[in-house]
């Protein structure tokens, strides 16, 4: 069975700050890993993956995640946060032989001017 | 390249009424298809999948259920809603397991 646990349901930040937004995961096996992104009353929108290979993934909007094996985490963090950058965002987990993701519950992030 | 379609974007209907949501995609063959809710102040709940026509998984019994008719379209349906069915309901597709989820503009649905 896989879980994602993420850390904080809402995050506020200054514009300019770091955002850094916590996601833990639990598997049996190697997982893939992913980070979305949704605006209100939109879709969710894929911000980046990891999947095998360079464990530093850089994503769109300038986010980026590094996955840590020993720490079954996947972090996701951008160094300077901007207005647009308010949204909610999800960390799923999926198993390489299974059909479906496992989300996280959420951060909110709010950005103060 | 694919795209997907889902509506209507927003629907408000009474308690008792039957519900249908749509969802097409285009430009890809043999999908994985699901259907998650979002409810107020929760998180995506996955409510069915499917890996083939015909072929419906369901994560929680519920008054909801789901069709997949064609290849690349799939249904979320009602005989009667309840006021708990309100949420924003996502409609959602894979084909490689590396890609994740591509997701729909989403539904929300409010009942009356």
């Known amino acids: 069975a896989q879980s994602v646990t993420q850390l904080g349901s809402h995050v506020s930040v200054s514009e300019g700050a770091l955002v850094l937004l916590r996601c833990n995961y639990s598997?049996?096996?190697?997982?893939?890993l992913f980070w979305y992104v949704q605006y209100p009353n939109q879709g969710l929108q894929l911000l980046l993956k990891?999947?095998?290979?360079?464990?530093l993934v850089k994503g769109i909007n300038g986010f980026e995640a590094e996955f840590k094996k020993s720490e079954t985490s996947f972090h996701l963090t951008k160094p300077s946060a901007h207005m647009s950058d308010a949204a909610e965002y999800f960390c799923?987990?999926?198993?390489?032989?299974?059909?479906?993701?496992?989300f996280g519950a959420g951060t909110t992030v709010t950005v103060r001017a | 390249s694919q795209t997907i379609h889902q509506w209507p974007a927003t629907l408000v209907q009474p308690v008792g009424s039957p519900l249908s949501l749509e969802c097409t995609v285009e430009g890809t063959s043999n999908p994985n298809l699901y259907w998650y809710r979002q409810a107020a102040g929760r998180g995506l709940q996955l409510l069915f999948y499917s890996v083939g026509i015909g072929q419906i998984s369901s994560e929680v019994p519920q008054n909801l259920s789901a069709s997949r008719p064609q290849d690349r379209q799939f249904i979320l349906s009602s005989k009667k809603l309840l006021l708990s069915d309100s949420g924003f309901y996502l409609c959602a597709w894979s084909v490689a397991v590396v890609d994740g989820y591509t997701f729909g503009s989403g539904t929300r649905l409010t009942v009356v």
């Open positions: 598997s049996s096996v190697p997982p893939y």
């Open positions: 990891y999947t095998t290979g360079a464990t």
């Open positions: 799923a987990v999926r198993i390489s032989n299974d059909y479906k993701l496992s």
